[in-house]
């Protein structure tokens, strides 16, 4: 019978593939989901200020944003949508929810409200209640005086 050798050291193999997977899709995911936050905010639109504004909530609710562009092209998400067929939208994303639904309107400071609207209309035809506006915070010394 032979008796192991102690000098010698035996070979530990450590599979690192599934590792490398995994670290490969997380960095996927990051990208494809920064690609897709940044969608909304490299548009070429110009939000009003206002002198007092209210943080959003922490809490994840569902959530839809309208872009309305300086030339009243709006945008629902990413694709472009005509006035008659927000409602409609809003009806599905309202069904396939079980909370409230928040819509945001980003709209550009120089749209007539005639493009803003109908926006209005078609969240109270979608039963959809919960409609906020985006704004940067007025700064400098006129915010100062809106604000006493």
């Not at 927000?86 to 120089?110: C, G, H, K, P, Y």
Request: glycine share 2%; with cysteine.
């Amino acid at each position: 019978m032979r008796l192991p050798r102690f000098g010698r050291s035996r070979s530990v193999d450590f599979n690192v593939t599934p590792l490398i997977d995994v670290v490969f899709l997380l960095i996927i995911f990051f990208l494809v989901s920064s690609h897709l936050a940044q969608q909304e905010t490299q548009l070429e639109l110009t939000l009003p200020s206002a002198s007092s504004s209210r943080e959003q909530d922490a809490q994840p609710v569902p959530r839809v944003t309208i872009n309305v562009l300086a030339n009243g092209q709006l945008l629902l998400g990413s694709k472009e949508v005509v006035p008659q067929e927000i409602s409609r939208r809003l009806q599905v994303e309202r069904r396939e929810t079980t909370q409230d639904l928040e819509v945001r309107i980003r709209a550009d400071r120089n749209i007539a409200y005639r493009h803003i609207e109908p926006l209005l209309l078609a969240c109270a035809e979608a039963h959809v209640w919960n409609v906020s506006f985006a704004v940067v915070e007025r700064s400098g010394p006129s915010a100062l005086s809106h604000r006493q």
